[in-house]
């Protein structure tokens, strides 16, 4: 079956580090993979997308990384702030042309 | 970014009731969706809203459950029938497409249901 895995536990890291957040899926020929950010009780908020001949995307202190043969996504937040504690969803693009959210992983950057 | 707003953002309600959730959208889209996110869950589709015909239903969501309108381009309704305490989720509304990017989905604030 298909599936969108993300780190189930909470990630907790000193400000100033870079955060790395993974996406691992099964089943899927993504034609792209997109980051979202969600704080608690708001919709998600699109950050990035990297498509499937792209090995790496950046915009400002975050970056990308897609690689379709590990089906592995990674995605960095350099110079983290308290500010960037969310959670950080990963979602994919597959054949139905559907977006697909993997389960999230919450990310604490502690001052 | 698109502006989406949802009515009503909260609401407690009885079991066997209905409620109607309405999404607004600040310029036309080609896009609509409803998706459901339960406590400490990820979001699940729930089906696509499609402008003057019937919604597209993902697996394991019907019609009769969660009936769905889309009367133009910038509003579309979802009903929660019959509500069980296992409907008890946080329903959004997203939207792609018009004069947005179609590689990117913009959300609505979500509208927090409980049932009793």
């Known amino acids: 079956s298909q599936k969108i895995e993300q780190n189930s536990e909470a990630l907790n890291i000193q400000e100033g580090k870079t955060a790395t957040l993974t996406c691992n899926y099964t089943?899927?020929?993504?034609?792209?993979l997109q980051w979202y950010r969600q704080d608690p009780g708001r919709g998600p908020v699109f950050l990035l997308l990297?498509?499937?001949?792209?090995k790496e995307k950046r915009k400002e202190r975050l970056k990308v990384t897609f690689d379709t043969t590990l089906k592995q996504s990674l995605f960095h937040i350099t110079a983290s702030q308290p500010a960037d504690s969310a959670t950080y969803l990963c979602?994919?693009?597959?054949?139905?042309?559907?977006?697909?959210f993997g389960t999230g992983t919450l990310l604490a950057v502690q001052p | 970014s698109a502006v989406i707003s949802q009515k009503p953002s909260r609401d407690i309600c009885q079991r066997g009731t209905s409620l109607t959730i309405q999404c607004q959208v600040d310029s036309q889209v080609t896009m609509m969706f409803w998706y459901r996110q339960q406590p400490g869950q990820s979001l699940t589709l729930i089906a696509t809203a499609n402008q003057g015909s019937e919604a597209t239903y993902e697996s394991g969501f019907v019609i009769d459950k969660f009936p769905i309108s889309r009367p133009n381009l910038t509003f579309s309704t979802l009903t929660v029938s019959n509500m069980s305490p296992e409907d008890s989720s946080i329903y959004l509304c997203?939207?792609?497409?018009?004069?947005?990017?179609?590689?990117?989905?913009?959300f609505g604030p979500g509208t927090r249901l409980t049932v009793l």
């Open positions: 979602a994919l693009r597959g054949a139905t042309n559907k977006l697909i």
């Open positions: 990297i498509r499937e001949n792209e």
């Open positions: 997203s939207v792609e497409g018009g004069g947005y990017s179609y590689n990117e989905q913009f």
């Open positions: 089943n899927y020929s993504p034609a792209y």
